[in-house]
């Protein structure tokens, strides 16, 4: 059974896949830029957590481009893409725990 795509392709090479990937990876390069700008003016912990997490999700289809050019086997693909899905949601919690706890207690003058 063949897996269906929706554009043409040539041999291994999906147009359609290749499409998804270029917009998401210039989407979150797009994002990860305005993320670092941010950090710049804020220079916040917090501000600093969200730059990484987004450098992980935009890792997501530099990963995927791999695998799909044969450099990086199905197994280790599934594998690298769950574990920059958790590094993805751990530092948004923590951001988000930073800036609610933290940052908080801090302007309180309590550390």
Do not use: N, Q
Request: net charge positive.
């Amino acid at each position: 059974m063949r897996p269906a795509h929706v554009g043409g392709h040539l041999g291994g090479f999906h147009a359609d896949i290749a499409a998804v990937l270029l917009v998401s990876t210039l989407a979150g390069a797009a994002l990860c830029g305005l993320a670092v700008v941010a950090y710049r003016r804020r220079r916040s912990r917090s501000y600093l957590l969200v730059v990484v997490a987004l450098a992980a999700l935009l890792a997501r289809p530099l990963v995927a481009l791999g695998s799909s050019a044969a450099m990086v086997s199905a197994e280790t693909h599934h594998l690298i893409e769950h574990a920059l899905d958790t590094v993805f949601v751990a530092l948004v919690l923590a951001a988000v725990y930073y800036t609610r706890s933290v940052e908080k207690r801090l302007d309180e003058g309590e550390l």
